[in-house]
């Protein structure tokens, strides 16, 4: 009777056993016991749930080895398969009812349509908005093959990553990311070079970041100026007539060169001069990258970022608003298509082109979630549909992509104007005066402003804890960096504004490591330790290697 009336599994020794064996588990040891009575002593059946066999059987097993705990041997603790899951552990009353425990951790857990959405708005960057100009690099319809095909290429690889951790044994997993597995395999080289090639795609996304929000404040002062001041623009880059005007901002050099465009103002008494007082400090390469410095360079200096993590909302709606404009603009241009498939014409482009691998780097940093899609993938409530759920995730993104893209360059006025003049950033395609287009830029360019900060931290944190152990180890370290960082951008943003070639050599390098290289290595090696391994997978996953180098070896010759 004195054994009955002792608490369950109420050894300290247990209980430090148990944690080592959950960590993830949040609730407290003493609301895990399960508490059994006997079915004679229920005196009716409620409407909840009843005591059931099984957990009768449970119960019994568990008062067994609650008897041998008297033993100092800890090998005589439960076994794991004994101690319930957290969503299956209940009280129960002595009235016969269960009752769920109400874990943090399970209640934190997000449904599959939460889940999809969440790696949807992370994959939803800048690169949308260079999807015109990559199909128009690649041609039409090899463009639309390789979005396709580099999208499953990338979702077969996150698939490789999202298992990784699960195929190495006797080590506990539950809190790694995929660059501790490249460090299990590939020891410190692993750990480096995966925080080298990750620091690449965060340093490259701020770079492009910096131009973006350059270009946008730009052309949202120039908007308010001319609004303000009652001017109407007469742009002399050649554009369309009609009621949507569309530009052609760089008719007679490279498209992807860094030409600074010649406006005319045309003031309300007719006069006409070539140089106006605004123009000389407002200017997008010359000027603004460097008012930005006032606004942006404090905000990176910030300790915690978590205020501007309520902003990321910001990210769907600038999104949506994309798409809304990408309608509505297409259909009001319609659809100006002509299908030359090798030669070109003087207003359209091949349907084939050799120009292509500038889109494959574009999409190698549009689709990638490989550094992350772990911990994003913990949070999904019901792990059996991970795989599912990150397949819809993709497609998603994918048609997302094909969207912006396909109805852009489709809707692109020809002739007039050529297809060729589809700029790296679409936005670019239409004129400063245009409302639809003023509010995008002004919604992008509040998001990015608060977005950016976050990238910020996320650099600090990998490479102040890989080189110091701390996360803000000085005021003056963090200074530092960021005005590197800084620095970087405004160079950038001044001498080469081009955002499709940072996209695409950004993408295109930290592909080569954290996509194609790390998970092919590390599928290969599973398999062969566990003796799977067979000629046809290591042919496959090598050639997958070759095709990151090649990707990256080709941005330098485009």
């Not at 050894?11 to 588990?25: A, C, K, M, P, V």
């Not at 299956?88 to 002595?94: K, N």
């Not at 070079?193 to 996304?205: I, N, R, T, Y």
């Not at 000389?280 to 993590?309: D, E, G, H, M, Q």
């Amino acid at each position: 009777m004195e054994d009955d009336s002792r608490p369950l599994l109420s050894s300290e020794q247990t209980g430090e056993d148990y944690l080592q064996r959950d960590s993830t588990n949040s609730l407290d040891l003493r609301t895990k016991r399960p508490f059994h009575v006997e079915r004679k002593n229920i005196i009716n059946d409620g409407p909840q749930e009843t005591v059931s066999a099984e957990a009768a059987v449970l119960n019994s097993r568990l008062h067994y080895y609650s008897r041998l705990m008297g033993s100092s041997d800890r090998q005589l603790s439960p076994p794991d398969h004994v101690i319930p899951q957290p969503d299956e552990i209940y009280i129960y009353s002595p009235l016969g009812t269960a009752f769920k425990v109400p874990g943090s951790d399970h209640t934190s857990k997000n449904p599959s349509i939460i889940t999809i959405f969440a790696i949807w708005n992370t994959m939803m960057g800048t690169s949308i908005l260079s999807m015109p100009w990559g199909i128009k690099q690649a041609g039409f319809t090899l463009g639309v093959f390789i979005v396709i095909f580099i999208g499953l290429l990338m979702l077969y690889c996150c698939y490789i990553v999202l298992k990784s951790p699960k195929s190495i044994p006797c080590v506990d997993t539950s809190d790694w990311e995929f660059p501790d597995v490249c460090q299990y395999y590939f020891g410190k080289v692993g750990q480096w070079s995966s925080l080298m090639f990750s620091m690449v795609s965060l340093v490259g996304a701020m770079v492009v970041y910096w131009v973006l929000m350059s270009n946008f404040l730009f052309n949202t002062g120039q908007f308010i100026y001319n609004h303000v001041h009652n001017i109407n623009v007469s742009d002399s880059e050649l554009e369309t007539n009609g009621s949507e005007k569309v530009i052609c901002p760089y008719q007679n050099t490279n498209p992807g060169g860094n030409n600074t465009i010649s406006t005319l103002f045309l003031s309300d008494n007719g006069n006409m001069s070539d140089v106006n007082p605004f123009e000389r400090y407002w200017s997008k390469t010359n000027t603004v990258p460097f008012y930005l410095i006032i606004l942006l360079l404090p905000l990176l200096c910030f300790r915690s970022a978590s205020f501007f993590a309520r902003f990321t909302f910001l990210g769907t709606i600038s999104v949506v608003y994309l798409i809304v404009l990408v309608t509505v603009k297409a259909v009001r241009l319609g659809f100006h298509l002509e299908f030359h498939w090798f030669d070109k014409t003087e207003f359209y482009v091949p349907e084939f082109r050799l120009l292509f691998p500038q889109l494959t780097g574009v999409l190698t940093l549009a689709f990638f979630i490989h550094n992350c899609i772990i911990t994003l993938m913990k949070n999904n409530k019901d792990q059996k549909n991970n795989v599912r759920d990150l397949s819809v995730a993709y497609l998603l993104v994918g048609l997302t992509y094909l969207y912006v893209g396909v109805l852009i360059f489709a809707a692109f006025p020809s002739p007039p104007l050529f297809k060729d003049c589809i700029q790296p950033n679409f936005l670019d395609n239409f004129p400063s005066s245009d409302i639809m287009v003023f509010v995008a830029r002004t919604f992008l360019l509040f998001q990015m402003i608060t977005v950016y900060p976050l990238l910020g931290y996320l650099v600090r944190v990998q490479m102040m804890g890989q080189l110091f152990g701390n996360h803000y180890p000085s005021f003056l370290h963090v200074l530092i960096l960021n005005i590197l960082i800084v620095g970087a951008g405004v160079l950038v943003a001044t001498f080469y504004p081009n955002i499709g070639s940072i996209i695409r050599f950004s993408g295109a390098i930290c592909g080569l490591a954290l996509v194609f290289v790390f998970p092919a290595l590390v599928h290969m090696i599973t398999l062969r330790r566990q003796g799977m391994l067979r000629w046809k997978t290591a042919i496959s996953h090598s050639l997958l290697i070759l095709l990151g180098v090649a990707n990256l070896v080709a941005q330098f010759f485009m």
